[in-house]
């Protein structure tokens, strides 16, 4: 059993920033990928950021330059930094990891960007 914990959400001004962490705890060899997804309402889940486990990254045009998706593999624990936040940016965001061929995703944390 893989559980995935999220952490950090919150509420921000337009402009500034917030860092989520997510943490994989459980049945674990080794994390292939790790990734932040993000759900609005009325909106589908999208892929922000993921990170191999080698540190290849790979973002979202919305996210490019102004978000950092990083890890540590020794604490199975993914970060994202996000910088210069919009409105737009509110959503729900949620971690996933991709163990042995499963995905496992977090139960997620709201993001709220507004004055």
């Known amino acids: 059993q893989v559980q995935l914990v999220e952490s950090g959400g919150g509420l921000v001004q337009p402009g500034g920033s917030l860092g989520l962490s997510c943490a994989a705890s459980?049945?674990?060899?080794?994390?292939?990928?790790m990734g932040w997804y993000r759900q609005s309402p009325g909106k589908q889940r999208e892929l922000v950021a993921q990170?191999?486990?080698?540190?290849?990254?790979t973002y979202a045009a919305s996210a490019r330059g102004r978000f950092t998706i990083s890890r540590d593999n020794a604490k199975n624990t993914v970060y994202l930094q996000m910088n210069s936040l919009k409105p737009e940016d509110t959503a729900v965001y949620y971690c996933?990891?991709?163990?042995?061929?499963?995905?496992?995703w977090g139960q997620g944390t709201q993001v709220t960007v507004s004055s």
């Open positions: 459980g049945s674990i060899v080794s994390i292939n990928i």
């Open positions: 996933n990891a991709l163990i042995l061929n499963r995905v496992y």
């Open positions: 990170i191999t486990s080698i540190g290849l990254t």
